[in-house]
């Protein structure tokens, strides 16, 4: 890019304890690098490009734009609005472009999941078509860890250290209550990919230790088979802790708990999952006869920033700033990802991936992080996953004893165009 131009940013998909540390990453190399004019925040993703709500986000207060690396969720506004192809919804592509247009966008940088990076790789596609000079970078983030093309995701191993600890949490609780409650069941988020319920692993530091049994969609699931397992800990330990992932399917790739809760669709065309907890604890009372509960963590596992993985904040920062770097330097149509050079010590860096290639793919756990048993995970998993969770972010705590976390003031842009959706 020849002249100083404007930038924007947005989130998309499901909040996480990282995705702000990205945007941060975002925006304080655009002001470092003195090539950008402003960077604007696209307020709901890319809803808020449609409907061009921008506000300022490099005018932001330095300390403002400092305190998203120590604040959840996703502080611009996310969105799970589903962009089709561009013959089906060519005049949304369109439009997008009309607002880049009418103030002066050329950098486009859509942090998100796969379907995120399909939208970023469309609007990539369509200014090349019509000859608007536009460079468009991804930037991963997902608690599922199912984006292909990278070791990991930012926000994986936030959402790792959350749920491996709230197993060994709830499992002292079980332990000590086990002649009442025997039987407790976490329900862990995921979707089609095991890698959250596998990350509940590092929890087991000794054979009694929670959780004795994980269940992960890649290893395909029998009631026949939970009862047995259930069976088989109970005799040894007395007491019994599941945990589940929310995608749980069986032998012919149906979902577990379609009989139970139904499964509809989301925006994006993906199931939406819940409901294989209350399933496997009738299961087990009836067919095991013991007291079983369950525990769903919510959406409080993909944005606990009072637990969050410091080396997780600090790639996802990363990946932010090399975003800009690889922008700046010319490269279009990528998304940043992270490369481990090593696990002891760990080192990570980061590389490029064609945004065609990691759209809408999958990563699933793979055979060798699970047991052969199919209800638990290998040390593989352990090795993969236990450097992401390292380290704790230094949260700013208020007078009152509470996390205090940033605001933008949001100055909006002024619109130019005919209002839209």
Known sequence: MSAKTNAVVAQSGGPTAAINSTVCGVIQQAIKSGKINSVFGATNGILGVLKEELFDISAEKPETIDALKRTPAAAIGSCRYKLKSLDESRAD????????????????????????????DKVNKLAAEIGYE??????????????????????????????????????????????????????????????????????????????????????????????????EVYKEFGRVFIVTGEGLKDSNGNYVSAETSGVGLDSFGHAQLGGVAEMLKAVIEKEVGIKARFNKLGTNQRSAMHFASLTDINEAYM????????????????????????????????????????????KKVPAEFINERG???????????????????????????????????????????????
């Open 93 to 120: 592509y369109e439009r997008i472009i009309d607002v880049f247009k009418a103030h002066d966008i050329h950098y486009f940088f859509y942090s998100g999941g796969n379907d995120s990076m399909d939208t970023c």
């Open 319 to 362: 990946c932010g700033q090399m975003a800009v770097k690889h922008a700046l330097d010319g490269i279009n149509g990528k998304m940043v990802t992270l490369t481990r050079e090593s696990d002891s010590p760990y080192k990570c860096t980061t590389g490029l991936a064609e945004l065609s290639d990691v759209a809408n793919d999958e």
């Open 134 to 231: 536009l460079i468009c970078m991804g930037i991963p983030k997902t608690i599922d860890n199912d984006l292909a093309h990278t070791d990991h995701c930012p926000g994986y191993g936030s959402v790792a250290k959350y749920v491996a600890t709230s197993a060994m949490n709830a499992g002292m609780d079980t332990e000590a209550l086990y002649t009442t409650d025997t039987c407790t069941i976490l329900e862990v988020m995921g979707r089609n990919a095991g890698w959250i319920a596998a990350a509940t692993g590092l929890a087991v530091r000794e054979p009694q230790d929670a959780p004795h049994l994980i269940y992960m969609p890649e290893a395909a699931f029998s009631l026949e088979k939970l009862v047995a397992d259930v069976k």
């Open 375 to 421: 209800n638990g995970v290998t040390e593989a998993m352990l090795d993969y996953v236990r450097p992401l969770i390292q380290g704790q972010v230094n949260i700013t705590i208020g007078k009152d004893g509470l996390p205090v976390y940033m605001r933008f003031e949001r100055k909006h842009i002024e619109k130019i165009l005919p209002n839209y959706l």
